[in-house]
């Protein structure tokens, strides 16, 4: 199954179904070769010394697409890694899974959905207004937790 946000509306309420990608590790070969230059939602997992992920960052892009960022944050030496980890951090231990849309309002949605409840960071997300209720249902091709 492609890796897309797919969306059903039903009167003021909006249920979205993201289809996640396996988990790839994010380094410039990978990322060069699998990921494309579409818009879309990604997840940034570190992987710990258990084989446990913890979730980093949720964000959307639509300028420049996945694959442009992705190369940032894949490089030991860009500034965008630097802002996850620090100079010290090994960068071989980040994963990410992605999905494509092309719809900016609905990644407004998704990821105010996501971010409800939490505590307000730096980057707060507003919806796009569209709608009074919004679900979401992801579909992952295996465990979120754990990689072996």
Same mark, same amino acid.
């Given at each position: ?71 940032? =944050? ?7 890694? *630097?802002?996850?980890?620090? #100079?010290? %951090?090994?960068?071989? !231990? ?15 949605? =998704? ?7 939490? *505590?307000?960071?730096?980057? #707060?997300? %507003?919806?796009?207004? !569209? ?15 754990? =990689?072996?």
């Amino acid at each position: 199954m492609e890796p897309r946000v797919t969306r059903q509306i039903n009167d003021k309420s909006v249920y979205y179904t993201i289809r996640w990608t396996d988990f790839l590790q994010v380094e410039k070969h990978h990322v060069n070769t699998c990921v494309p230059s579409e818009a879309g939602l990604f997840e940034l997992y570190y992987l710990d010394h258990t084989n446990t992920l913890h979730l980093l960052d949720r964000r959307g892009v639509y300028y420049g697409g996945l694959r442009h960022v992705l190369r940032e =944050i894949a490089d030991p030496d860009g500034r965008k890694a *630097v802002v996850f980890f620090g #100079s010290s %951090e090994p960068h071989d !231990r980040l994963y990410v899974r992605y999905s494509l849309t092309r719809s900016q309002s609905d990644m407004d949605d =998704i990821l105010y959905f996501f971010s409800v409840g939490q *505590v307000a960071g730096p980057e #707060s997300y %507003e919806h796009s207004g !569209r709608f009074t209720h919004i679900y979401v249902k992801e579909i992952t091709p295996r465990s979120l937790y754990t =990689i072996p």
